[in-house]
């Protein structure tokens, strides 16, 4: 009977109801991000107590700082600080190199005429069918051709030739009136100019999705740079943090730095998704609208 | 009158200016990597220096290697449990996120912000949750709800460590999936379960009637695109199990990694590429004749 009398309450009250269930989910939804909990959790113990602590504290007892002034310290020889730098480097040249070259493609593709461009169209759209890993042996013969291996160019010039922005941008730039165009042309507006005036600030939702993800698939790539980085200087945070952990013969005597090394390279990216979530979901959804 | 195809000319050469800088990339490091690696798997090619053309003989080669099946068929089993298993579970959690609740940010966060971390961060973690010291996180609760006896290692026998693949994989991807999922539902118009309600639909019809027919489509692109991400399945393994135990866990690209980047056989790497493109096509080509037939049997 009680139950039927909570029933009651929560039907009478819109409010309370919405409440309840929020709660609900928040509390399910949380034990879905568990391990983001651990992980961050075990940053704060020292390597002995993570290891060893039985039960497992999800706070820890003493909370510590030494494993992020251990992946500070360059003692082991892996400069995670130089992995930080030089993945935004290449992240942001990435993001930028793809911006600048996509954007008028995608233009031409869009709203200019002229021979060959269905030709071009098909072969840049059948091309997203073909599996990635057709690419990575011939490709990695390419920049070793080219005498790229090791270098920053080998992590961002093969990405720049990836159709999936230009067909993004496409589908965005379809939207743009034939009318606007038309009083541009009268106008005595060039192709460039209105590009730049008119085409670009129509399509920056779209911008800014493929400029997130590119930043984040760069941030996140592991096997290409994995393959084509050597030099210590040179690696990027993902490759050096596995170099890292790669100096204790059992990864788990490092766990301690290891999480907090793994906390640091995921927070820009919980950051950028708290801040832009809004249009990656517009984006994604767009993306696949063209598509499916 | 010389004027006018010269201004013609001038004109087409700036459309093509807008074209040329991306399709530049676009040969570089994607039609020609095409076309190299076709030829590479005709030849015995290693990194440094030499190339003997050999025919068929890489692609006879990795036919009869039992290394390589072995690796399609984990790869196909793989994708046949988890791609399923990540609809259905991004399904759920985008029918939950679709509900008007207080504080969304925080769900979108727990279950969707994942798919945007890289590898390294997620499964070192992971790693570490799988430990084999009894306080390892999944020993321990496993030990304490009864369900395990004893501290175990999670990758020691091939089903168990695909679990834990498997598990990681779809709480890593549903998100991609899900944001897919919540715009579709979103584009449903309201009007529709309205009317089911007058009816006298329940929510378990009106989902079967109008929201999956609404989502079709994006549903399939999701299939495609997933089934294009397992096929590609390598981070995971190179993390938690290397490919064991002995070879169980290895993969297409796992295999393929070894190959080309550890024994540097450039032309039988490319062999399997192909090979591996075949089975996608095939799996492709599967995954179009159920939807025309499903599109049948609906229209019918």
């Known amino acids: ?292 | 009158m010389g004027k006018l195809p010269f201004r013609k000319v001038w004109w087409e050469l700036g459309t093509w200016g807008f074209l040329l800088p991306h399709l530049f990339f676009f040969v570089l490091f994607i039609a020609t990597p095409l076309v190299i690696n076709l030829i590479m798997s005709f030849y015995n090619w290693t990194l440094l220096g030499q190339r003997v053309f050999i025919g068929t003989g890489n692609f006879l080669r990795i036919w009869n290697d039992d290394r390589f099946w072995l690796a399609v068929k984990n790869t196909v089993i793989f994708s046949i449990i988890s791609v399923p298993l990540t609809i259905i579970v991004g399904l759920l959690i985008a029918l939950i996120l679709n509900q008007e609740i207080y504080g969304k940010l925080w769900l979108l966060v727990c279950f969707v912000s994942p798919t945007f971390l890289g590898s390294v961060g997620i499964l070192t973690t992971w790693k570490w949750i799988y430990a084999s010291y009894p306080t390892g996180l999944a020993n321990y609760y496993f030990n304490k709800i009864g369900i395990l006896k004893e501290a175990i290692s999670w990758f020691e026998t091939s089903t168990r460590a695909w679990t834990c693949i498997i598990l990681t994989t779809v709480w890593w991807i549903v998100g991609f999936s899900v944001l897919l999922y919540l715009g579709a539902l979103q584009r449903i118009p309201p009007e529709q379960y309205e009317a089911a309600k007058v009816d006298g639909a329940g929510p378990l019809k009106c989902f079967w009637h109008i929201t999956l027919p609404w989502m079709r489509n994006v549903l399939f692109f999701d299939v495609v695109r997933q089934v294009l991400l397992a096929f590609g399945l390598f981070d995971q393994v190179y993390f938690f199990t290397g490919g064991g135990p002995a070879g169980s866990t290895r993969t297409m690209v796992y295999y393929l990694y070894l190959v080309g980047f550890n024994r540097q056989e450039l032309g039988q790497a490319a062999a399997i590429s192909w090979y591996m493109f075949a089975i996608v096509l095939i799996f492709g080509l599967i995954q179009l004749a159920m939807l025309t037939k499903s599109i049948r049997s609906a229209e019918e």
């Open chain 1, 1 to 292: 009977m009680r139950q039927d009398n909570i029933f009651i309450a929560l039907k009478k009250n819109k409010k309370t109801k919405k409440f309840v269930i929020s709660i609900i989910l928040w509390i399910f939804a949380s034990f879905w991000f568990i391990p983001i909990f651990w992980m961050l959790s075990t940053s704060f113990k020292s390597t002995t107590v993570a290891v060893s602590e039985n039960p497992p504290h999800w706070i820890p007892k003493e909370i510590t700082s030494e494993n992020y002034k251990l992946v500070f310290a360059p003692a082991s020889g892996i400069n995670i600080t130089r992995g930080i730098i030089n993945s935004l480097i290449v992240a942001v040249l990435s993001t930028l190199l793809v911006l600048v070259i996509a954007t008028p493609a995608a233009y031409a593709l869009s709203r200019l005429k002229f021979r060959g461009k269905n030709a071009i169209f098909w072969s840049y759209v059948a091309i997203l069918a073909f599996p990635g890993v057709l690419f990575l042996v011939p490709n990695y013969f390419i920049i070793y051709g080219l005498g790229l291996i090791d270098t920053f160019s080998a992590l961002i010039l093969p990405g720049l030739g990836s159709t999936f922005g230009v067909f993004l941008l496409r589908q965005y730039m379809l939207g743009i009136s034939r009318e606007l165009e038309d009083a541009a042309w009268i106008d005595g507006c060039s192709r460039f100019r209105f590009l730049l005036t008119i085409v670009i600030p129509f399509v920056k939702p779209a911008l800014l999705v493929l400029g997130l993800m590119t930043f984040l698939g760069s941030w996140n790539s592991f096997l290409w740079p994995l393959l084509v980085l050597n030099s210590p200087e040179k690696l990027t945070l993902p490759i050096a943090l596995v170099r890292f952990s790669a100096g204790w013969g059992d990864p788990f005597r490092g766990i301690g730095p290891l999480m907090a090394g793994a906390f640091i390279s995921v927070a820009p990216t919980l950051v950028i998704f708290v801040l832009f979530h809004r249009y990656l979901m517009q984006g994604i959804s767009l993306g696949s609208l063209g598509k499916g």
